[in-house]
């Protein structure tokens, strides 16, 4: 495990998987070109993936040009990978046995395997180049298999509150065999895999609610997961101290933002007004813990004295940020998704 330079602590990746329908895909967000406060060129996509009745998550990638980009080869057997460092604007001619680019892996257009069998062409690219290659083929309707990471980060919203957010960040976007929500047997795919740092769980109605924190690169976030099976949270509650370190997974849900208002229009004399559920109209996301494994549970990296300094750390970065400007990132960071195949072989179709 990789030491985080910026909080000296290891960073806790968190991944995600789905497989889904796309969809808007002609909404004036979908691609956008822009750029920086230094001048620099900057895109973004963000599109939706609908993987079960009235349930859809959306899924970001923004990228710019780069000093260098990364070349990986695969190591032998208990070897690891090495990389290749090469100029950005030689990324499309450097060629060298065994290596692949390093970024996000596409599948949107279909070849010949050489066999006569038709498959999807993989290319590997930059995000800057994958935001415009994913822009101008995928549509609405189409099925595929995404995979990426999640970010957690909050904010400041303009009334002064704060706000924390989860963001799935694409590293692969592949063609999948359609996605038919009404076949027989048919089990929504949207799942996720995060290392935590346990705080607590508590009962809330039906289901438990798991606090802890995320270590990034640059921050700590304050999270919250779910779990529903009581034997598992009773696990949580037995076997884990706040600081304890431990990988969860599970499923993505979506649901939509409700407020408590009161009816107005209730006649006066019959008790209290009613107080009603209020659409608000944006869903947000749910992480629901289904699993964790024990032989992860780490009871010493991010003890509270560590979790302290790390936040001290980036409360000071925080003001120095604000005092002499934000930098902008190096872009130099390498994903791996341990166990998993990176050139989507793993969706042949």
Same mark, same amino acid.
């Given at each position: ?5 910026? #909080? ?6 968190? @991944?995600? *998987? $789905? ?8 909404? *004036? ?27 859809? #998550?959306?899924?970001?990638? @923004? ?58 062409? $993989? ?7 994958? @935001? ?144 009603? *559920?209020? #659409? ?70």
């Amino acid at each position: 495990m990789a030491t985080n330079k910026g #909080l000296g602590l290891p960073q806790q990746k968190g @991944t995600f *998987e $789905i497989k889904g329908v796309v969809t808007n895909t002609l909404k *004036e967000n979908f691609y956008k070109e822009s750029k920086t406060k230094t001048g620099k060129d900057f895109r973004s996509l963000n599109f939706g993936i609908t993987f079960d009745k009235n349930q859809t #998550l959306f899924v970001n990638l @923004t990228g710019m040009p780069q000093d260098n980009v990364y070349f990986s080869k695969r190591g032998e057997k208990g070897e690891k990978p090495t990389t290749e460092k090469v100029a950005w604007k030689d990324r499309y001619t450097f060629r060298k046995e065994g290596y692949t680019l390093i970024g996000v892996n596409v599948g949107l257009e279909k070849t010949d395997n050489g066999k006569g069998v038709e498959v999807n062409d $993989i290319k590997h690219l930059t995000p800057f180049d994958a @935001t415009k290659y994913i822009s101008e083929n995928l549509k609405d309707g189409i099925s595929v298999y995404i995979r990426g990471n999640i970010e957690f980060s909050h904010y400041t919203n303009q009334g002064g509150d704060l706000q924390r957010n989860s963001k799935l960040v694409v590293t692969q976007v592949s063609m999948c065999k359609p996605v038919d929500f009404e076949a027989t047997g048919f089990e929504p795919d949207a799942s996720f895999a995060q290392p935590i740092v346990f705080n607590a769980v508590s009962k809330e109605d039906s289901r438990f609610n798991v606090e802890a924190k995320v270590v990034n690169y640059a921050t700590v976030e304050d999270t919250n997961f779910a779990i529903e099976n009581p034997k598992l949270a009773d696990n949580f509650r037995k076997s884990l101290k706040p600081f304890y370190a431990i990988k969860v997974w599970g499923k993505i849900r979506t649901v939509k933002n409700t407020e408590v208002v009161e009816d107005n229009d209730a006649s006066d004399g019959w008790g209290d007004k009613n107080p009603l *559920e209020k #659409l608000t109209g944006q869903y947000r996301k749910e992480f629901i813990i289904t699993g964790a494994d024990p032989e992860s549970m780490d009871k010493d990296t991010y003890a509270e004295k560590e979790i302290e300094k790390a936040i001290d750390i980036m409360n000071t970065n925080d003001i120095a940020k604000k005092d002499f400007g934000e930098t902008e990132d190096d872009w130099g960071s390498e994903d791996k998704i341990e166990g998993k195949k990176e050139d989507g072989d793993d969706v042949p179709w």
